[in-house]
Structure formats: structure tokens, C-alpha cells
């Protein structure tokens, strides 16, 4: 089965830029979707098809992938971004949804 | 905007089925795709299933003979069983929607424990 992986945790001051990565082998290749979860809420959609924003979710949540490694990037990180992040994909050999472990992400 | 609301019990005896329902309201049943996440305490996040209206349907192949995922358009709603619990399967259970491969909409959670 297809495996994601990611950092446990990241760490970023306010005002800089995060960067959240999910590995996989040949992601470049697979529509990658991250989810924010703060404390004790849902999940919530930040970024589907590696890069595009639903409604509502701010620019500095940007994405990107390519090769094995997809990248959340979070730019003017502010202290109500502090949650665990969760990259995702279908794997259609397996015809299964997969999640990362999930990131936590904490800001200084 | 869809909203999404999951029920169920909140204990279950271990070797028991788990039964839960997520009601939604505010859109058409039959539009979308509908998935089953959970998220054992302060772990990650796990699909297990998804399902159609059509009748279309795919399970995690780790709890696949254990699943049973279905849509009930009259009532609104879209129910999960699994089968021979154990602790393992305690957690929080999440229902969604499921478009293009991701969940924009989300119900809130319902924790279930798996405990004698």
C-alpha cells in the first residue's frame, strides 16, 4: 500500500514561513490535499489538487508538489495557524485513500 | 452549504457492531460522494470507507470484511457498521464529503469507545 510521510513537527516564529512536506514515492504524480486540525475541532480543507485554495482559506496557504514530495508552505505564519496538518492522496493501484501522519505545527 | 452531523452510540462492548449515522442537510444526498474517517485519541487520521447514492462503494482493505457502508436518500443519511470491535477501534469517526479525491465539508465527530 501506498505510504505518506512527514515530519512530526515544525516549528516557525510569527511572521515567518512554514513549511510542511509529505513524502511519497512519485507524489509529483498524485493530487495531493492538506487538511488543518486545530484542538479539539474537524479537520478542515487548506489546499486541494497540490496547490488550489477553497473559498475562504487565506493566500499564505500555498501549495506545491513534485517528484516525491509534496510542500505545504504557510508564509506570515500567525499564531491561529498553530494545528496539525494532514497531507492526503488517492493511490489508484490500491484504489485507497491515504493519509500522512500528520504535521504539528507550533508557533514560537 | 452542506452541514453534516454525526450519532451514534458513544460505548460499544468489544466483539460488538459499532453503528453510527451522519444526517446531512443543506444539499442533495445524491451530489456528492460520501466518506467515513476516524482518528483514534491522539493519533492520525484514517479513511475507511466511502459511498454513493448509485450504490458505489470502496473500504479500507484493512477493515474491509469488517464495513458496511450505505446511503438512505429518503432519510438523508449515510450510516456506517463495523463489525467485532475491539479497543483498537476507538475513536473519533467522522463523516464527509468526498469530491475529486478530497473532503471539503465535515461533521463535527463522535467519539466512540470500545470498552466492557
Known amino acids: 500500500s501506498y505510504v505518506l510521510t512527514q515530519a512530526p513537527s515544525v516549528s516557525v516564529a510569527p511572521g515567518q514561513t512554514a513549511r510542511i512536506t509529505c513524502g511519497g514515492n512519485?507524489?509529483?504524480?498524485?493530487?495531493v490535499h492538506w487538511y488543518q486540525q486545530k484542538p479539539g475541532q474537524a479537520p478542515g480543507l487548506v489546499v486541494y489538487?497540490?496547490?488550489d485554495r477553497p473559498s475562504g482559506i487565506p493566500e499564505r496557504f500555498s501549495g506545491s508538489n513534485s517528484g516525491n514530495t509534496a510542500t505545504l508552505t504557510i508564509s506570515r505564519v500567525e499564531a491561529g495557524d498553530e494545528a496539525d496538518f494532514y497531507c492526503?492522496?488517492?493511490?489508484?493501484?490500491?484504489?485507497?485513500?491515504?493519509f500522512g501522519p500528520g504535521t504539528k505545527v507550533t508557533v514560537l | 452549504q452542506v452541514r453534516l452531523q454525526e450519532s451514534g452510540p458513544g460505548l460499544v462492548k468489544p466483539s460488538e457492531t459499532l453503528s453510527l449515522t451522519c444526517t446531512v442537510s443543506?444539499?442533495?444526498?445524491?451530489?456528492?460522494?460520501w466518506t467515513w474517517i476516524r482518528q483514534p485519541p491522539g493519533k492520525g487520521l484514517e479513511w475507511i470507507a466511502y459511498?454513493?447514492?448509485?450504490?458505489?462503494?470502496n473500504y479500507n482493505s484493512s477493515l474491509k470484511s469488517r464495513i458496511t457502508i450505505s446511503v438512505d436518500p429518503a432519510k438523508n443519511q449515510i450510516s456506517l457498521r463495523l463489525s467485532s470491535v475491539t479497543a483498537a477501534d476507538t475513536a473519533t469517526y467522522y463523516c464527509?464529503?468526498?469530491?475529486?479525491?478530497?473532503?471539503?465539508?465535515w461533521g463535527q465527530g463522535t467519539l466512540v469507545s470500545v470498552s466492557s
Open positions: 464527509a464529503t468526498l469530491v475529486s479525491g478530497h473532503s471539503d465539508y
Open positions: 443543506g444539499d442533495s444526498i445524491s451530489r456528492y460522494f
Open positions: 459511498v454513493h447514492s448509485s450504490g458505489n462503494t
Open positions: 512519485n507524489i509529483g504524480t498524485k493530487s
Open positions: 489538487d497540490d496547490r
Open positions: 492526503q492522496v488517492w493511490d489508484s493501484s490500491s484504489d485507497q485513500y491515504v
